[in-house]
């Protein structure tokens, strides 16, 4: 529907017309005349019936500018259809782990056999999708912990990058610590009064690398109030060949610490989960979502599009009309005086 800001400003419309009433009349002015024997030439140049239409004209075109100039003063605008938005408020930092242990592949995609980052792409992609309203970030960690996308309400960003990612991008070895301060100093940055701070860690082994020991980032990721949920992802039998022939079972996932990352999530207030397979991954992120639930749609919110500069742009336009009107009659009258001066000289 279409609204007015300020419709306030509607009350200017008649200033014209009180200063017309209430206005005293402009002093006419007595200038010398020309004498000439007859009129009739000059009808041109003094006839009333002209000047009376023509100021007749002007007078509503100039009406018609002004109520166009006050409605662009009212500021219009359209009030689109209420959308639904659902904003939480939470920030959210997804980190996961991008060391070379992640090329063991001992996960399922349908009947496929895939790499562990490439469950985890698929698994995380769907987790990011149904989080409608989260300020999503990244954080892609191995040697070193880097930003990979700030948090931001674009999922689709998010989840592009995230596919993009591949194994030994940021290191061979794994700075668990690393990769928790950051997303610290990130979500404290950003942080939001009465919004939730939680960061989903990702990781198949132990911290091998870094600047910052694990336990110590939690005990800052705790002091700014981000809860940290630690996933162990690895499965816990692997058949292989052997070298003296037939096959063998090993443990893949014997480097992972879980000690640490059940102590991490506990001084955070989170908790560690253990992925050892494609489903268990999926209802680990299902277990995220109801213990951090997406808000309800808020109800209320409607998009609105301003329209002042159409009664501007129209007001301008007669505005340039008038001049250019103004200004074809000083020429009309320059020539016909011309023309008849050189009738009385010859």
């Known amino acids: 529907m279409l609204s007015f800001a300020w419709p306030w400003a509607f009350v200017a419309l008649p200033l014209p017309f009180l200063a017309w009433r209430l206005l005293p009349e402009a002093t006419t002015l007595q200038e010398a005349g020309l004498r000439v024997p007859a009129l009739s030439r000059y009808s041109i140049l003094t006839g009333r019936a002209e000047t009376e239409q023509l100021l007749n004209w002007r007078l509503w075109v100039a009406a018609l500018a002004w109520i166009l100039l006050v409605t662009a003063a009212a500021r219009p605008e359209y009030i689109g259809e209420e959308l639904d938005v659902p904003v939480s408020g ?22 496929t056999r895939v790499d562990r980052l490439t469950a985890t792409k698929a698994v995380a992609s769907d987790f990011i999708n149904r989080r409608e309203g989260d300020r999503i970030g990244l954080i892609l960690f191995g040697e070193r912990a880097y930003l990979q996308v700030p948090l931001t309400l674009d999922r689709t960003t998010v989840t592009t990058l995230l596919m993009e990612a591949f194994i030994g991008l940021a290191g061979e070895k794994t700075a ?34 870094g600047e910052v020991e694990p336990i110590k980032a ?17 499965a816990e039998q692997l058949e292989v060949s052997s070298l003296v022939g037939g096959r063998r079972r090993i443990n893949p996932s014997a480097d992972l610490d879980e000690a640490t990352l059940t102590q991490i ?14 489903a268990g991954l999926q209802d680990i992120y299902r277990l995220v979502d109801e213990l951090e639930p997406v808000e309800e749609p808020e109800a209320g919110f409607r998009p609105v599009r301003s329209l002042f500069f159409v009664p501007l742009a129209g007001a301008y336009a007669l505005a340039v009309l008038m001049c250019l009107a103004s200004l074809a009659r000083i020429l009309v009258r320059r020539r016909a005086a011309a023309l008849v001066v050189q009738a009385d000289a010859g």
């Open 90 to 111: 939470r920030n959210l930092m997804l980190a996961v782990d991008l060391s070379g242990s992640m090329d063991q592949k001992d996960f399922e995609l349908g009947a």
């Open 265 to 278: 999530a506990e001084i955070t207030g989170g908790r560690y989960f253990r992925a050892r397979d494609t």
């Open 218 to 234: 939690a005990e800052l990721a705790r002091q700014v109030g981000l809860r940290v949920y630690t996933i162990g992802i690895g």
């Open 176 to 209: 668990i610590g690393d990769a928790i301060t950051l997303a610290v100093k990130r979500i404290h940055e950003q942080e939001q009064d009465g919004g939730e701070q939680v960061l989903i860690l990702l990781t198949d082994g132990a911290n091998t690398a």
